[in-house]
């Protein structure tokens, strides 16, 4: 459904409009990691084959600690593997207590899946950026992929 300039819109055109559509993913069910200076793959998601031209996001919630009080980790997506190339990274929060928690934080990478979308996964990631502690992801963590097709359905006038 498309909008043009001077449309009135209706609640029943609002109520038309196309949802979010939760494709999958991957949870944990263990709580490891062990990240320190090396990157660790936290959560992958199986492969997916997208439709074109439809607008996408991939989604890391991320529940963590550190034995260490005051360390700051950084969480990541990445396509493929733990080399892959980085799409979306947040720097968490000092953790306040060691071996406290769990913490949470969430990185979201959005995309548009163009002309001939490849079949393809992506990896969560998880590192130290500061302190000295060991970092874990909780049994919960969760990285999916969502279909957003709204976000293609509006245009600029």
Excluded: C
């Amino acid at each position: 459904m498309a909008f043009t300039a001077g449309s009135k819109l209706r609640a029943s055109d609002l109520n038309n409009l196309p949802y979010d559509t939760d494709l999958g993913g991957q949870a944990r069910t263990t709580t490891s990691g062990n990240a320190t200076t090396s990157e660790v793959i936290v959560v992958t998601t199986p492969t997916f084959t997208l439709l074109p031209n439809l607008w996408y996001s991939v989604e890391l919630d991320l529940y963590f600690s550190s034995t260490v009080a005051a360390d700051t980790g950084e969480i990541r997506i990445r396509d493929t593997n733990g080399s892959g190339t980085q799409r979306a990274a947040i720097i968490t929060h000092p953790v306040v207590q060691n071996n406290g928690g769990p913490y949470f934080t969430r990185a979201v990478y959005l995309f548009n899946s163009g002309v001939s979308p490849s079949p393809t996964n992506w990896v969560g990631t998880l590192i130290r950026a500061g302190g000295t502690g060991t970092f874990n992801a909780f049994a919960g963590t969760r990285l999916k992929v969502v279909q957003n097709p709204s976000t293609a359905s509006f245009t600029t006038v």
